[in-house]
């Protein structure tokens, strides 16, 4: 599941991968998102196994003509075309947001697939939560101060609700 909620039973600030700390204090509630992966390891290797095995078939027939030199090039191409995508699309999946909130700080932190960090702070009492039909259904926006971010564009639309219902309890909770 894309959206992973930390719970360490009131010590989320011990968790070792966490992105955010505020004064050293546990934050209340917390949430990891990340892109769903519909690809395991295990799929890519049979992907391109059978891939290789199903254009490798048609081959048998010309093994020893000209013919193969001729269709071998494009045959190679499609399989590292394959390759070179699907690996591609691990790559830009590995997106992080991290949603951290403490009774006075609320913080997302957003590391790209090239380890660019992008951190956003409000007190929860002030930010607003917004969602939108644009640019994808239910889009979510976090806007504390001047500025406003977008909240898990990678999440499907059910998610995103679940997410905004979750965190609106909290900072519900809150006040």
Not at 51 to 65: E, Q
Not at 90 to 99: A, H, K, N, P
Request: no cysteine; charged share 25%.
């Amino acid at each position: 599941m894309p959206i992973e909620h930390i719970d360490l039973n009131g010590r989320a600030s011990d968790y070792p991968e966490a992105l955010s700390t505020y004064d050293d204090k546990p934050p209340i509630w917390r949430v990891l998102l990340y892109p769903h992966r519909s690809l395991p390891a295990t799929g890519f290797v049979w992907t391109i196994g059978l891939l290789s095995a199903g254009l490798a078939l048609p081959l048998l027939g010309v093994f020893g003509t000209n013919v193969l030199w001729g269709v071998l090039p494009f045959l190679v191409l499609t399989v590292a075309g394959t390759w070179y995508f699907i690996m591609r699309s691990y790559r830009d999946g590995q997106i992080v947001e991290e949603l951290s909130l403490w009774s006075d700080q609320l913080t997302l932190v957003r590391v790209d697939p090239k380890g660019a960090r992008k951190d956003w702070q409000a007190n929860p009492y002030w930010v607003q939560i917004t969602e939108r039909d644009e640019p994808v259904k239910h889009y979510l926006t976090l806007k504390g101060g001047p500025r406003e971010v977008e909240l898990g564009a990678f999440l499907s639309a059910d998610e995103r609700v679940e997410l905004k219902l979750s965190l609106e309890r909290e900072i519900m909770q809150l006040r």
